[in-house]
């Protein structure tokens, strides 16, 4: 029987994903400031990798054309593939190893719960598959519903979700899904072994019922990086408490705890529009091949994550992308983007 496993993060990869925010959806007057940003995050990662960029229409293959920071990068690839938004590591695909064959994983996106529209997104995979451009790899669909920053995979057969997400959100009515099944659907589809559920944590304003790359990342196989508050006045204060005692009562397969690293919190960003609290943090950065792009909100804790994050890649180099015009639709770097993994030598 083959032996299947998922890469973790931080192994080499042929390229990230990228999907260009389209005209006419859900970005409104912030739609300009959000391709500045995704510009400059393709261009910070094409330094060290080729980056594929997702253009659901003409209008966004002429807006690719004509911004001036991608214009001279030599490692982006822009394909045809509608979509509905620009997260791709909820939409594209989530790679396995086969026996070191890669397999492209396709799992059901109803749009966080129903609560988007997500027909181009759900068919989106198979789309970004049909180009070509993810190389040599085999299309698997699955009918668990499942978005990419909801799981995180040490590289050694441990994974890393939330309760809330997968379970009690709105995702998985049609298979009347329970903590058991899912760990049993998780460990086949994705060949880990554990299943580590939080049920703490929280960032207000997030609307994917508490993705994991929001709270806690693997930076390795023994330690796992989490959003903190030293706050008690914040909101996040107690909720966020609770998922650090959550995390240091995990084992890993040798019974040992793991090493935990704190991230600080931003101080508070609101919608400018009505008001509402968005969910910014800094365990959304994104790691790719010789570097690691943590998000910035032009906040006095921005240079502190930049720092905690620099000590646990110290063979990388650290850029910052600035994350506002991003977490205005409640996303950011990770979020925006897929790794594909590369094929073993």
Known sequence: MAERTPAPEWASQQATLLVWPRAGGDWGDGLAAARDAIAELAAVLCAYQPV????TDAECRDGIAAHATLAELDRLTVVDVPNDDIWARDTGPITVFDDGERRFLDFRFDGWGGQF???RDDAFTAAIHATGC???GTLERHELTLEGGSIEANGAGALLTTERCLIKGRRNDHIDIDRDHAAALLCDALGVETVHWLTEGDL?????????DTLARFVA?????YQGCRDRNDDHYAPLAAMAEELAALRDAN??????VELPLPRPIHDPDDGHRLPAGYANFLIANGCIVVPAFDDPADD????????LFSDRDIHTVDSRALIRQHGGLHCAAMQIPAEPN
């Open 52 to 55: 594929i960029l997702a253009a």
């Open 117 to 119: 529209a997500a027909s």
């Open 134 to 136: 993810l190389g040599a």
């Open 204 to 212: 207000i304003g997030d609307d994917t019922d508490g993705h994991i």
């Open 221 to 225: 196989a023994d330690t796992i990086v």
């Open 255 to 260: 019974g040992q705890a793991y090493r935990l």
């Open 304 to 311: 502190a994550a930049r720092k905690i994050i620099a000590e």
